[in-house]
């Protein structure tokens, strides 16, 4: 029983660095000196839990958390979410409900609102979760994260930022200031749609969709998938059995039937893959529903 205690005593043990940036600029400086042992914490809703269960090793700390320029959420065309923008931020934007429906269905189901409030639309990318919730709606949204370094930045599709659990892009010296959705195409809607073990909990299987209509048919169409492979995906095989058809049952089903195919679910705590398996499929033709109407 005592060493029970003495594994679970939810503290923090470990001796790091801990520097608080004030500027962007003050950040990349410190990243392009001390970015190989640095861990960029923001509102600490996954950084701070690990620590706490000694899942990870700490040396040094860049705290981002009170950067007001990266709070911003800028209206053009399209959105540029500033990778600070809290998911109850994204709830609460009209923007962001009206025109980019599924982001907003993401926020609204991520988890209870003391993590809402904290967690960070940058933080969940780069956490880079199989089950990230807001992945599927920004790879369904052709999205594009911000990446910049105290020389220059870049712009990388967010379909090419994920590399594996816990890995992306990202370079030591980098960090994501921001998040940018193009503008809604007209007769666009989209829908996402999660299944986990309780509200608040991780996804055992989460998805996103958007349909562009003309008519009966479908113009354009994006199918997005978490918690089933080893990255979020896009069911692209699904998508291209949709685009040019007229939207129907069997259409639905057919897409349905091809979007879990393209998945490599796994069993764990939370699911098995074979669960995950039938529900990616039930999901994918509801979103696609909610999606059309």
Request: hydrophobic share 45%; proline share 4%; net charge neutral.
């Amino acid at each position: 029983m005592t060493d029970t205690l003495m594994i679970n005593t939810h503290l923090i043990t470990q001796e790091f660095a801990f520097q608080r940036a004030t500027s962007v600029a003050e950040a990349l400086s410190w990243l392009a000196r001390h970015g190989e042992e640095t861990h960029v914490l923001a509102g600490g809703t996954d950084l701070l839990v690990q620590m706490k269960l000694e899942r990870v090793t700490v040396t040094h700390i860049l705290y981002i958390g009170r950067l007001e320029e990266l709070r911003q959420i800028r209206e053009d065309e399209g959105v540029t979410l500033g990778a600070l923008v809290s998911v109850y931020d994204l709830q609460r934007t009209s923007r962001i409900r009206e025109h980019y429906t599924a982001l907003y269905e993401a926020a609204r189901a991520f988890t209870g609102t003391q993590i809402k409030v904290m967690a960070s639309l940058g933080g969940n990318l780069c956490n880079a979760s199989p089950a990230a919730d807001s992945a599927p709606p920004l790879l369904v949204f052709d999205a594009r994260v911000v990446l910049r370094t105290a020389r220059g930045e870049r712009s990388v599709p967010i379909a090419d930022f994920f590399l594996g659990p816990g890995k992306t892009v990202r370079t030591p010296d980098e960090l994501l200031v921001a998040v940018q959705l193009p503008p809604p195409a007209e007769g666009e809607g989209s829908a996402f749609l999660k299944i986990g073990r309780v509200g608040a909990d991780i996804a055992k299987v989460n998805v996103a969709a958007r349909l562009v209509r003309d008519g009966d048919r479908i113009a354009d169409c994006r199918i997005a998938l978490g918690a089933v492979a080893p990255t979020p995906l896009r069911a692209r095989q699904a998508e291209s059995a949709l685009i040019g058809k007229p939207f129907t049952r069997s259409s639905l089903e057919e897409a349905a039937h091809l979007a879990a195919t393209e998945t490599a679910p796994i069993t764990d705590i939370r699911s098995t893959a074979t669960y995950r398996l039938q529900v990616a499929r039930v999901l994918v033709r509801d979103a696609l529903s909610m999606a059309w109407e």
